[in-house]
């Protein structure tokens, strides 16, 4: 069974950047996808990006889209997550996920099938 650990929160001011980890382990690991997602109190986890493991192809969200990067090291069998120019708004508790069987909806987390303890990312202004 797959387990994953995010790493790389914290408290930061706004305009500022974040790196944020996710290392799966487990026994021969493989996946379709590994999707970054999060939650903020009081809302619903929300999809931020996805990448493809096999081809490195990624998906965002809106709010992501140019200041977010995500990537991937197959060897280390770990995810990144690259935030820049990080808002208030971007505070959450942020959450990576496997999606070991392939589905079409890798923007939905019923796409997922595993997920970390989540890492929590606090923006000041």
């Known amino acids: 069974q797959v387990q994953l650990v995010e790493s790389g929160g914290g408290l930061v001011q706004t305009g500022d950047s974040l790196r944020l980890s996710c290392a799966a382990s487990?026994?021969?690991?493989?996946?379709?996808?590994m999707g970054w997602f999060r939650q903020a109190p009081g809302k619903e986890r929300e999809f931020v990006a996805t990448?493809?493991?096999?081809?490195?192809?990624?998906r965002y969200s809106n709010s992501a889209k140019g200041r977010f990067t995500i990537s991937r090291d197959n060897a280390k069998n770990t995810a990144y997550l690259q935030m820049n120019s990080l808002k208030p708004e971007d505070t959450a508790v942020y959450y990576c996920?496997?999606?070991?069987?392939?589905?079409?909806?890798?923007?939905?987390?019923?796409?997922?099938?595993?997920w970390g303890q989540g890492t929590q990312v606090t923006v000041s202004s």
């Open positions: 487990g026994r021969s690991f493989s996946t379709w996808a």
């Open positions: 996920a496997v999606d070991q069987y392939g589905s079409r909806s890798i923007d939905s987390p019923g796409a997922y099938n595993a």
């Open positions: 990448i493809n493991w096999r081809n490195g192809n990624t």
